[in-house]
């Protein structure tokens, strides 16, 4: 490396600046550039030493969490990130019974009451257009909203968590390929969000799913937009999904989870088509002994019998545990960087 005049220490706060997130709506990955999410990820680099200590560059902030559809991982790690930051938060975990959504108030009004309390909110909800239809509708006259996932489409806190867990096992990601794999692509909100931050960054992305249920319109055009790198293969059998992984060069394989609820009529031939996506320990030593690289496999949890051996747990090949220890430094990131710190 050699110097510059602009050499000097780091100063997070700069880096934060950098993302150019403040005071923005987080929704869709492919609002923001490679810069924007590499200056995200290097912010995350310098809070991780903070995870457990705190630090209070939010002192005084208040976040509120708005979650009509259930969570664990995604609300909590939010919520443990804005503590950590010196911040305070507000949560609502059952809209629908406790707040004044169950008096028939609209998604609007409840945004733009709430957001005289926070300054910032992460909402989750089942219908991404009357969410997106709301925040639209909100405009500047509300606190900055992050998606903790909207309908089948979005959910890019989502992304951004697994994109960043990539970067810190793969570095540059420009030169890893992703396999996302699911019987049914058009509600794997996880597996979109997480594609277009692959995009942003650069990476190769091969979808492997059924021919009737692909990525939905919506993603594939922001895709194409952005340049990215991908393709699409469809009602693979085991035995061809493990050939795909070794002849394309796979990194990483990422199973988005289930999205078919247990009282679904649909779950019964979801869970039959996902046999065909298993990810056995087998198949993961047999693409080391062809190709020589190990296959990580990540999943955005909670995970479901049958979608992957978990033998796989207590491997080299496991970042869906891994993941986790990043998700409140990525998390704390984000929300300094949409709120913005002094």
């Known amino acids: 490396m050699a110097l510059t005049k602009e050499f000097k220490a780091k100063d997070i706060r700069e880096t934060l600046a950098a993302t150019g997130m403040k005071g923005k709506n987080i929704t869709f990955l492919d609002d923001f550039s490679r810069e924007q999410i590499l200056a995200l990820y290097q912010s995350a680099e310098m809070l991780e030493p903070f995870m457990r200590t705190g630090t209070n560059l939010l002192q005084g902030k208040a976040l509120y969490t708005l979650f009509f559809q259930p969570s664990t991982r995604t609300r909590c790690s939010h919520e443990d990130a804005m503590i950590r930051l010196g911040g305070n938060v507000i949560t609502e975990a059952d809209p629908l019974h406790n707040s004044s959504v169950a ?38 006259n509300g606190s900055p909203i992050i998606s903790g996932g909207y309908g089948h489409v979005t959910h890019p806190t989502q992304g951004l968590l697994d994109s960043y867990s990539c970067y810190r096992a793969f570095g540059d990601l420009e030169n890893a390929t992703v396999v996302i794999s699911s019987p049914d692509l058009s509600r794997a909100r996880s597996g979109q969000s997480f594609a277009l931050a692959l995009a942003a960054m650069g990476a190769r992305i091969v979808y492997t799913g059924t021919s009737e249920l692909r990525t939905p319109d919506i993603i594939r055009e922001k895709l194409t937009r952005m340049g990215a790198r991908w393709e699409e293969h469809f009602d693979l059998n085991v035995k061809q999904h493990e050939e795909l992984f070794a002849d394309v060069g796979t990194d990483l394989v990422y ?3 289930c999205s078919v609820k247990k009282d679904d009529p649909n779950r019964e031939d979801f869970m039959k088509k996902l046999s065909n996506h ?19 496999v990540h999943h955005s949890l909670p995970r479901n019998p049958g979608e992957f051996d978990m033998a796989i747990d207590a491997t080299e090949h496991e970042l869906y545990f891994k993941a986790i220890g990043f998700s409140v430094a990525i998390r704390m990131a984000l929300l300094a960087a949409v709120i913005g710190v002094n």
């Not at 709430?114 to 969410?131: C, G």
């Not at 198949?283 to 190709?291: A, F, P, S, Y």
């Open 278 to 296: 298993y990810i056995s320990l087998e198949m993961l030593e047999n693409i080391k002994k062809k190709t020589g690289k190990v296959v990580g």
């Open 103 to 140: 008096k028939n108030e609209s998604l609007y009004d409840s945004l733009r009451v709430t957001s005289q309390y926070a300054d910032a909110i992460v909402m989750r909800h089942p219908d991404d257009k009357e969410a997106l239809g709301a925040i639209e509708q909100l405009g500047s």
């Open 255 to 257: 199973l988005p989870g």
